[in-house]
């Protein structure tokens, strides 16, 4: 899938598997995952960023002069000291709450959410806060995607965001099964070894590095 215009117009710019570290002022530091983009906010705008597509953690360190904003799809959050992570995909964004507390405002509503929450919000407005691990979510930041109970075909989508070429799971019934495990960003293969030694589901390679399963 090709870059949109704004992707590639962004001040900051990941690519397929890449990570980024950023330090935007002395108490605010953000870290990219895979395949993200994000505008800079201009002076008069205050401090804060447009996610375009993909997904960040910040954190703020200690109370700023005004809030740090981070514009997301047709939401916007905020917080004068905490550390959350934001997904977006589209027009469907994540947020979660790791420490501290962030307020999110998207249509006329708008909530807070403290450590260990989450709430997703789409062009239809917020939907309800649930309470997620935190260090599930955040794992990436220490180079390692974590699951717990999550269908294969889930586990599947997720490790797409970090490879090129994609994986394709062919089997309705075999996607629905429940992975637990621990897989490292840099050594990623190592989960097509594994559906196969599990699940003892076929994967066969094809060029372009396509894979299907099942």
């Known amino acids: 899938m090709w870059p949109s215009l704004a992707e590639l117009s962004a001040d900051r710019r990941t690519g397929i598997g890449e990570q980024q570290h950023l330090a935007l002022e002395d108490a605010v530091s953000v870290d990219l995952n895979t395949r993200t983009s ?4 201009a002076a008069d705008q205050g401090a804060g960023f447009d996610l375009i597509s993909g997904e960040a953690a910040i954190t703020v360190a200690r109370q700023v002069g005004k809030p740090f ?3 997301a799809a047709d939401g916007r959050v905020m ?4 550390v959350f992570n934001v997904r977006r995909d589209g027009a469907s964004v ?20 403290r450590a260990a929450e989450q ?17 599930a979510v955040a794992a990436w930041r220490d180079g390692a995607l974590l699951f717990r109970n999550t269908p294969l075909a889930e586990v599947i989508d997720e490790v797409n965001r970090y490879r090129t070429g994609r994986i394709m799971l062919i089997d309705s019934r075999l996607g629905r099964r429940l992975v637990t495990a621990r897989f490292e960003i840099k050594h990623l293969d ?3 070894v594994q559906i196969a030694d599990v699940f003892k589901a076929p994967v066969k390679r094809l060029p372009g590095g396509l894979v ?3």
Not at 94 to 113: P, Q
């Open 38 to 41: 994000i505008a800079l906010h």
């Open 69 to 71: 904003h981070v514009v």
């Open 79 to 82: 917080t004068s000291r905490a």
């Open 94 to 113: 994540r947020l979660t709450c790791i420490e501290g507390d962030v307020a999110v405002e998207c249509g006329r509503r708008n909530l807070t959410l």
């Open 119 to 135: 709430v997703a919000y789409d062009a239809d407005g917020l939907g309800g806060v649930v309470s997620v691990d935190p260090g």
């Open 190 to 192: 190592t989960v097509l």
């Open 212 to 214: 299907l399963v099942g």
